[in-house]
Nanobody
Framework: QVQLVESGGGLVQAGGFLRLSCAAS?????MGWFRQAPGKDREFVASISWSGASTYYADSVKGRFTISRDNAKTTAYLRMNSLKPEDTAVYYCAARASSGSKWYDSVGDYDYWGQGTQVTVSS
């Protein structure tokens, strides 16, 4: 069982930035970030292929957020620029246990989940 540990959340003013990290305890394939605001469903934010060559973003964050992963393929990052109050949520890291050839933007696509890290953007 692979464990994912997120870090980097916090409180930031609108227009600011944060970088989230997700460290995996073992080998994973595609990795992704999701977020969940109070009273709302968990929603897709971004995903990255195992190689790191392909990335995919939700329309709401495209152009502001960047997903990446390190050369060892065990840590994923989410750089969040131009943050807005509506970005406030608990952010979750997710990872797949198997490879594939599609974009993974659904909760059910992922096998492993982190505990979440709170991101709060003040106006």
């Amino acid at each position: 069982q692979v464990q994912l540990v997120e870090s980097g959340g916090g409180l930031v003013q609108a227009g600011g930035f944060l970088r989230l990290s997700c460290a995996a305890s073992g080998h994973t394939y595609a990795m992704g970030w999701f977020r969940q605001a109070p009273g709302k469903d968990r929603e897709f934010v971004a995903s990255i292929s195992w190689s790191g060559a392909s990335t995919y973003y939700a329309d709401s964050v495209k152009g502001r957020f960047t997903i990446s992963r390190d050369n060892a393929k065990t840590t994923a990052y989410l750089r969040m620029n131009s943050l807005k109050p509506e970005d406030t949520a608990v952010y979750y890291c997710a990872a797949r246990a198997s490879s594939g050839s599609k974009w993974y933007d659904s909760v059910g696509d992922y096998d492993y989940w982190g505990q979440g890290t709170q991101v709060t953007v003040s106006s």
